[in-house]
């Protein structure tokens, strides 16, 4: 496919965008992080979101490329929002190949110490899928990320065949819901089972609980009956510019 060739180009071209999308906290709405998500302003194809070209990535060994694009633009802003008087955590995701990289850990530091970053600064989600792909190299792979101090994330929950057995070893600080069953919970009685006891098993496990997808008030309510943590979704903003984000926090405030 032609954006293969294109994508290798791109980071180079400065083409490649960062935006994050906030998080708060259900008990009393403050913000608590934000997500680092990437877009790629294409020349021709106009602006194209991650799950058009990420697994393309990852296939054509671009991945790590693109990861260290992000990780610095995300390093980056921290270092910006941190000169700003802003604490403002920054989730950046990693994929299944940055999993089985030998070189990710010193990849990490290295954006740690260029931007003088603290272990809170900076935290990292990892699908549920990914992880499975190679349950015992990502077991030591996350041991290795978690010795840095960073919060690890397990994202898309509920979509990876993990186990309880192993999701009790990993180091992790927090599940992610996937929005699959969080847009359905209302509606379908079998994902708001599934929210339900995510949200139960997380908390018997010592985890924090956040929702993706969670697109309005009556969502939100309804995840701060249950318990749940944190959410993410349109209730709160879709994911804007990196450098829109201050502007945007405080006319928040
Ligand atoms: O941005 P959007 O909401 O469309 O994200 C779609 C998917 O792409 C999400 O699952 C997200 O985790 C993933 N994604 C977004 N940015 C990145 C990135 O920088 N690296 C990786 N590996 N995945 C990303
Ligand atoms: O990491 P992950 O693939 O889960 O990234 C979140 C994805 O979900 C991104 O593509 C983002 O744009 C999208 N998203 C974020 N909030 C919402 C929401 O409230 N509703 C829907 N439908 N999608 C959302
Ligand atoms: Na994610
Ligand atoms: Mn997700």
Same mark, same amino acid.
């Given at each position: ?11 180079? @071209? ?27 302003? =294409? ?23 693109? $990861? ?27 994929? @299944?190949? +940055?999993?089985? +990289? ?40 996350? =041991? ?6 960073? @919060? ?6 509920? $979509? ?17 819901? +996937? ?10 009685? +079998? ?25 309005? &008030? ?22 804007? &510019? ?10 928040? @405030?």
């Amino acid at each position: 496919l032609a954006l293969i060739g294109d994508l290798h180009r791109a980071i180079d @071209a400065g083409q490649m965008r960062l935006y994050c999308q906030p998080k708060a906290r259900l008990a009393n709405g403050e913000l608590c992080g934000v997500e680092a998500l990437v877009r790629w302003e =294409h020349p021709q194809r106009g602006t194209l979101w991650p799950n058009e070209f990420i697994s393309l990535a990852e296939h054509s060994g671009l991945i790590s490329p693109l $990861t260290d694009w992000v990780m610095q633009a995300a390093f980056r802003q921290s270092y910006v929002w941190r000169q700003e008087g802003l604490s403002v955590p920054v989730a950046v995701n990693l994929s @299944a190949r +940055d999993l089985r +990289d030998p070189k990710l850990i010193e990849r990490v530091r290295n954006h740690f110490a260029t931007w003088g970053a603290d272990a809170g600064d900076i935290q990292f989600e990892l699908t549920e899928s990914a992880l499975m792909q190679d349950p015992q190299g990502s077991l030591e792979c996350l =041991h290795r990320l978690k010795d840095l101090g960073s @919060a690890l994330f397990i994202d898309d929950f509920g $979509t990876g065949y993990s186990s309880l057995a192993y999701l009790q070893k990993l180091p992790v600080d927090a599940i992610k819901i +996937d929005k699959s069953f969080v847009q359905d919970m209302l509606s379908n009685n +079998d994902s708001n089972v599934i929210v339900r006891s995510t949200i139960d098993l997380a908390h018997d496990l010592d985890l924090e609980v956040v929702a993706e997808g969670v697109e309005d &008030r009556a969502g939100w309510e309804h995840l701060s009956a249950q318990g749940c943590d944190v959410a993410q979704g349109y209730v709160i903003s879709e994911p804007i &510019r990196a450098e829109a984000f201050a502007a945007w926090r405080s006319e928040r @405030a």
